[in-house]
């Protein structure tokens, strides 16, 4: 087989390939491309009722340049939203969308360009903003985690419209001294239900 039978591909060609069987994993925040010319590392850790986690790594020069401040730029990314897809036979089959919260910078011994770590949350982290303490007389759980959800942003609402025992009305449920989260979670767990998030909703 000579050089002139294979065919060269852009990276666009690749990701849309619908028989390419290896997956790719595309960055983008506020609309943007996110790294889209900088090498990275992704890792994505998903749970039942715990805050789903994600970190990047990327070489330190993605954001900032050596003879300026630490992290004087990529700093600015705190509280950014970020979305990840994972791309597979020419489709996204995983999406996921968080919320930067931690940027640090890691130096090599002995000087050079360290590594920028990127880490977030699932939007469930905007329910943990302190504890409370609230009461709810004679309501079901779909009108109790409206009720302790109703002052956060969409992303952070949670659809109860799948459980099977969300429904009954409660006689009396206090939440005692528990950020809104875990007062969710604790709902979750002791009525048998799961709470978790799918990468665009609770």
């Not at 890792?43 to 994600?54: A, G, I, S, V």
């Not at 709810?136 to 759980?141: D, S």
Request: hydrophobic share 30%; proline share 2%; with cysteine.
């Amino acid at each position: 087989m000579e050089l002139k039978d294979f065919k060269l591909k852009s990276f666009t060609e690749f990701l849309n390939d619908k028989t390419n069987p290896v997956v790719y994993c595309l960055l983008s925040s506020n609309g943007k491309d996110f790294l889209a010319k900088e090498s990275y590392k992704v890792e994505l850790h998903q749970y039942n009722c715990q805050h789903d986690t994600f970190t990047i790594e990327t070489p330190e020069d993605s954001f900032d340049k050596f003879h300026e401040y630490i992290m004087e730029h990529s700093r600015d990314l705190l509280g950014d939203p970020l979305t990840i897809k994972f791309y597979q036979y020419g489709k996204v089959v995983q999406h996921f969308s968080g919320i930067i919260t931690k940027i640090h910078c890691k130096r090599k011994t002995g000087g050079g360009y360290g590594t920028l770590y990127i880490s977030g949350n699932a939007p469930s982290i905007l329910l943990d903003s302190g504890k409370e303490c609230q009461s709810y007389e004679n309501k079901t759980l779909q009108e109790i985690v409206a009720t302790a959800t109703q002052e956060y942003d969409e992303s952070a609402k949670v659809d109860t419209s799948a459980g099977v025992n969300t429904t009954r009305t409660l006689p009396y449920t206090v939440q005692y001294q528990e950020s809104d989260y875990d007062f969710i979670c604790r709902l979750a767990k002791y009525y048998g239900e799961y709470f978790y998030y799918d990468g665009s909703k609770l």
